[in-house]
């Protein structure tokens, strides 16, 4: 799909607000709402963006947030699937990802408060400890930025 001006310019409308209508955001771009609509359809139909609202753990009481790196060790494929699989029904794990470098798998996990995380963290360690060589976590504190993209600027238009 050809991402030209129009288009990089929907995006970051929709990342700075997602439910911007579509009057509002075809006015931006000088587009008919017709058009826009068309576009952010095309968009979203060849995956380059998802609709989805964005919540904040610490507002429902999950004040540690957790980044976890985790360095895998003699294991087989099916101990592997079986801690992504692990991870991926853990309500606790909001992310996951298998990275290259040092660290195979990075996550990051929701905890109420230092006790809930050493139980959910004891509780992998545990279930793991086989496959587990190295784990190291680090308690987000502050979030400057996140997943946020100027799109414009990465396809090489500039601003507007």
Not at 18 to 45: A, F, H, P, Y
Request: proline share 2%.
């Amino acid at each position: 799909m050809k991402i030209d001006k129009i288009n990089c310019q929907i995006l970051n409308l929709l990342q700075e607000n997602c439910r911007m209508s579509l009057t509002k955001i075809s006015k931006k771009i000088g587009l008919s709402v017709d058009s826009t609509k068309k576009r952010m359809d095309k968009l979203q139909e060849n995956g380059l963006f998802f609709p989805k609202i964005q919540i904040r753990p610490r507002s429902f009481g999950y004040h540690n947030i957790i980044d976890v790196k985790i360095k895998i060790q003699n294991y087989e494929e099916k101990r592997i699937k079986e801690f992504i699989d692990y991870c991926i029904k853990n309500p606790r794990i909001a992310e996951l990802f298998s990275i290259s470098g040092e660290w195979n798998f990075t996550l990051v996990l929701i905890a109420k408060d230092y006790k809930d995380q050493a139980e959910i963290t004891n509780k992998i360690r545990t279930e793991f400890g086989d496959i587990i060589g190295s784990w190291s976590e680090s308690l987000t504190t502050t979030a400057y930025k996140f997943e946020k993209y100027d799109i414009l600027k990465l396809e090489g238009y500039e601003d507007v």
